[in-house]
């Protein structure tokens, strides 16, 4: 995409929200206006993942939301080749949030922030989706690891059953 398809891209963000599927999706697309700390647009299925409309974000802000979060990765680039100029940057972060039922979530928030010349923020679009299960899946299989190298080792079973004993706990 040149610098011109992703200036009308970017300014459009109207439209691209026009032709997003409306439907209850595992991925929330959203356009923040860093200007004024507000969603201009994020999909229906937020509710689903957040138990809040749009309306409920703009006023409780997403920030209230967050327990923890962690970077996974960010890099900044010149927009237009010029270092001088309007900036991108890319990121993943995840974030345990809790919802408005009190249930804590793991979300991955995937973005593009766009800064001016003046190198501040002006606009963040992105894709949410909730990751608990894919990190759920990915202890259970380290536990299971874990416990078939103790079953494969030294161990006496006395041993053996107290190590898988605490590894069920960690399931529970």
């Known amino acids: 995409m040149n610098e011109i398809e992703t200036k009308i891209?970017?300014?459009?963000?109207?439209?691209?929200?026009?032709?997003?599927?409306?439907?209850?999706?595992?991925?929330?697309?959203?356009?923040?206006?860093?200007?004024?700390?507000?969603?201009?647009?994020?999909?229906?299925?937020?509710?689903?993942?957040?138990?809040?409309?749009?309306?409920?974000?703009?006023?409780?802000?997403?920030?209230?939301?967050?327990?923890?979060?962690?970077?996974?990765?960010?890099?900044?680039?010149?927009?237009?080749?010029?270092?001088?100029?309007?900036?991108?940057?890319?990121?993943?972060?995840?974030?345990?949030?809790?919802?408005?039922?009190?249930?804590?979530?793991w979300i991955e928030d995937n973005s593009i922030t766009l800064f001016d010349a003046n190198n501040l923020k002006t606009k963040r679009m992105g894709l949410l989706r909730d990751v608990g299960e894919i990190l759920r899946e990915g202890k259970l299989k380290q536990i299971i690891l874990d416990i078939l190298e103790a079953a494969n080792s030294e161990k006496n079973l006395s041993e053996l059953f107290r190590f898988i004993h605490s590894y069920i706990n960690k399931l529970m």
């Open 9 to 105: 891209s970017v300014d459009n963000t109207n439209t691209v929200a026009a032709i997003m599927p409306q439907v209850n999706s595992d991925q929330v697309f959203y356009d923040f206006d860093c200007y004024t700390q507000n969603y201009k647009f994020i999909t229906p299925s937020v509710s689903k993942l957040f138990g809040y409309n749009i309306n409920e974000l703009n006023e409780l802000k997403f920030e209230k939301l967050i327990i923890s979060q962690h970077e996974e990765y960010k890099t900044k680039y010149p927009l237009n080749g010029k270092t001088d100029g309007p900036q991108i940057e890319e990121k993943l972060t995840v974030y345990q949030i809790e919802t408005k039922n009190g249930e804590h979530k």
